[in-house]
């Protein structure tokens, strides 16, 4: 059985940069949704390059089918770990539901890590990321935006409502998001 922490908030509120540093000090495996998918993009042979690069750019949702697959993958080729950061999903009711059917009985959901953070900073910080993605733009950003507050922000409150989420406010800097997240995760390992 894996143990799984959903790290979610909307783009540029510094999921990749703080689930890096949970992986090193910490003992959890970081899996990036995003990063996976534009791996699959890439890679020699995948029938869903196109699509995922049409949503992507779109700021949309890749079918939780492809998504899944991936993760599961990944996790099962990670070897021993306490647990895994599974970063950017779920995303929307797709996901979830995919998520329930596929992992039931093979991932244990911990709990949440929610960064919340203003839209105008992760904007900003998305626009500085300097990492070449095709979806740092304003045109894909201001889909990106609605795409979380219409479909993942959703996901956020069906968590709270099971008491599953540990928020932790992101506009700070990385220092100061972190040593809060380590408080989030000490007290989850006290339960
Ligand atoms: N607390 C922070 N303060 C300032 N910049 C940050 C902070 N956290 C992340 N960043 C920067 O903002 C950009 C987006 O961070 P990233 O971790 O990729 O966010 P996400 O995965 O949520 O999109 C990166 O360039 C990163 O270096
Ligand atoms: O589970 C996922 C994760 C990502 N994406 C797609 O990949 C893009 C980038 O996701 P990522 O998490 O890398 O963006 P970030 O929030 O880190 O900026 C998203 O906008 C979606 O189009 C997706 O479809 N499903
Ligand atoms: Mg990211």
New binding site residues.
């Given amino acids: 059985m894996h143990n799984v922490v959903f790290v979610l908030?909307?783009?540029?509120?510094?999921?990749?940069?703080?689930c890096a540093k949970i992986q090193e000090n910490l003992g959890y495996v970081h899996l990036?949704a995003?990063d996976l998918l534009r791996a699959e993009r890439q890679r020699e042979g995948s029938e869903f390059g196109a699509l995922i690069e049409q949503h992507i750019r779109n700021g949309s949702i890749v079918p939780v089918e492809i998504t899944c697959a991936l993760l599961e993958n990944a996790m099962n080729n990670s070897g021993d770990a306490k647990g895994f950061l599974v970063?950017?999903f779920p995303r929307n009711e797709d996901n979830l539901q995919g998520w329930n059917k596929q992992m039931t009985g093979k991932a244990l959901v911990q709990f949440v890590l929610f960064?919340s953070c203003p839209v105008p900073i992760?904007i900003q910080?998305?626009l500085?990321?300097?990492?070449g993605r095709t979806d740092d733009n304003e045109e894909s950003l201001k889909k990106r935006v609605e795409t979380y507050n219409h479909q993942t922000f959703p996901i956020i409150e069906h968590f709270e409502k099971n008491g599953l989420v540990r928020e932790v406010k992101?506009?700070?800097?990385?220092e100061e998001?972190y040593a809060d997240v380590v408080e989030v995760f000490n007290q989850t390992a006290k339960v």
């Fill in positions: 908030g909307p783009p540029g509120s510094g999921k990749g940069t703080i990036s995003g970063d950017g960064l992760c910080r998305c500085n990321r300097g990492q992101s506009e700070r800097s990385v998001i």
